[in-house]
């Protein structure tokens, strides 16, 4: 027995020598970060999006999430790979699916729309510019698809996107017959001052104008229908009421002149061709997605009345999921029936730019801006530039504005085909931003 103890202790060195040694712990990851730059900045202005701490390969989905004021949620997402290091920069690495693909810095932006629980066609638009949208990043583990429960969450922040820049000044006017809200830029000025109106939809919408006024504009956003003491539907319309904002906006001390410009989207565009056509204090029309006849309501001003071309609404065709398509539905302004309506463009002194997406579903105004340009060209003119995008749909925003392809009409009170493929009309809104304030300032100082 003494003798196998003293083997035991003898051999007990040798066997701590060939005992494995416990594991190193692994080299200790980096949390995973999301970082949005500017983390508060100008609703029309690109952010950099990075996300770094992953592992190398790692598969995340990226998901962008924002409420309306009346809190309906609206989401996008997208698929990413990390880079060999653990990162990614969605400014040169493209997603691989979700709501997008390729390499789209402002993807998760634009791409948003309601969440599965919400009332589809809704359209993400600020009902106030005092105040920024809120838009929380969120990084998830896994590729998960639109409208599925996405992975855990391993990174989020959250990112401001403002509509006003310090210093700009919003005034409520009640101006005689006029109502609307005037922004002016910070300073003493003057400024070039803009008349900005939207379409069919009514009301006061002043993200754009508060936006120009950022980028230097005066800009005056006007109602012209259901809005306080308006008129409550399009039934018919004074080019006196127009005329009227015209020479408020151009007898404001803080506005350059001699001339002001006008920016229109749809029916907004028509009576920008109507203003600058009849109206001497007018110079330079931005229309998107207009018609070069009057519509709908007759325009009535002094003597004169240009009739509307009407809707056939036995033209509109509705899909199998109760969508409305209205691009058949107006009258075709050729025909020699209805000529009166043709507005008479060629007696205007100013400039016009014309702004269309060719996917426009709403109705035909990439046809309409030829027909205008047709008729500038038959009277020797050229006072005009044409801005056409294939692919885009009807309503052209400012940039990273939430594409919506199909909207409720609050008319109709029906989904309401605006036409468009996302990434298309993307870079339409994008591209045209520039232009249009390239295009106003040349032609006002």
């Known amino acids: 027995a003494v003798m196998w103890r003293a083997v035991a202790a003898a051999s007990a060195p ?3 020598l060939c005992r ?23 609703a029309d202005e690109r952010v950099e999006t990075r996300v770094v701490g992953l592992g190398p390969g790692q598969p995340v989905t990226l998901r962008a999430v924002a ?6 949620l609206f989401q996008s997402c997208a698929h990413y790979r990390a880079d060999g290091r653990g990162e990614l920069h969605l400014g040169t690495d493209a997603s691989h699916g979700g709501d997008y693909t390729g390499v789209e810095p402002m993807g998760l932006f634009w791409s948003l729309a309601p969440a599965g629980m919400e009332r589809p066609y809704q359209r993400l638009v600020p009902r106030s ?26 990174a989020k922040a959250e990112v401001e996107r403002w509509f006003t820049a310090p210093g700009v000044r919003r005034i409520r006017l009640k101006e005689g017959g006029v109502r609307g809200s005037l922004f002016l830029p910070p300073g003493d000025g003057p400024f070039p001052g803009v008349i900005d109106m939207y ?10 104008s508060s936006l120009l006024a950022t980028r230097g504009f005066a800009a005056l956003s006007l109602p012209y229908f259901d809005f306080e003491d308006l008129p409550k539907v399009m039934k018919e319309f004074k080019l006196e009421y127009f005329e009227e904002a015209a020479r408020f906006l151009q007898r404001h001390p803080k506005v350059k002149g001699p001339g002001v410009g006008v920016i229109g989207t749809g029916k907004g565009a028509e009576l920008a061709l109507s203003m600058i056509t009849f109206l001497p204090e007018v110079v330079a029309a931005v229309c998107i997605s207009g018609c070069s006849s009057n519509t709908v309501a007759d325009l009535h001003y002094g003597d004169m009345t240009l009739p509307g071309l009407r809707f056939d609404m036995n033209k509109v065709s509705v899909s199998d999921a109760g969508v409305f398509d209205t691009f058949e539905a107006l009258d075709d302004p050729t025909k020699p029936a209805n000529s009166p309506c043709m507005i008479p463009i060629e007696k205007a002194e100013g400039h016009f730019l014309l702004v269309v997406g060719e996917d426009d579903r709403m109705w035909k105004s990439s046809l309409y801006a030829d027909l205008a340009i047709g008729r500038l060209r038959q009277h020797g003119k050229e006072n005009f530039k044409l801005l056409r995008y294939p692919g885009a749909g009807h309503r052209i925003d400012p940039p990273s504005t939430p594409f919506c392809q199909v909207a409720m009409d609050r008319v109709l009170g029906v989904p309401v085909l605006g036409g468009g493929e996302s990434k298309a009309h993307a870079y339409a809104q994008e591209h045209s931003w520039g232009k249009i304030q390239e295009f106003l300032h040349l032609h006002l100082g």
Not at 20 to 42: C, I, K, N, Q
């Open 199 to 208: 379409g069919d939809e009514g009301g006061l919408i002043e993200f754009r």
């Open 20 to 42: 494995v040694p416990p594991p190193l712990p692994p080299p200790r990851r980096r949390a995973v970060s999301v970082a949005v730059a500017p983390t508060a900045g100008l």
């Open 67 to 72: 409420a309306d004021a009346r809190g309906c």
């Open 129 to 154: 510019t005092g105040t920024p949208m809120k838009v929380e990043m969120l990084v998830h583990e896994g590729h998960s698809l639109p409208g599925a429960m996405p992975g855990p969450v391993v």
């Open 14 to 16: 040798a066997r701590a």
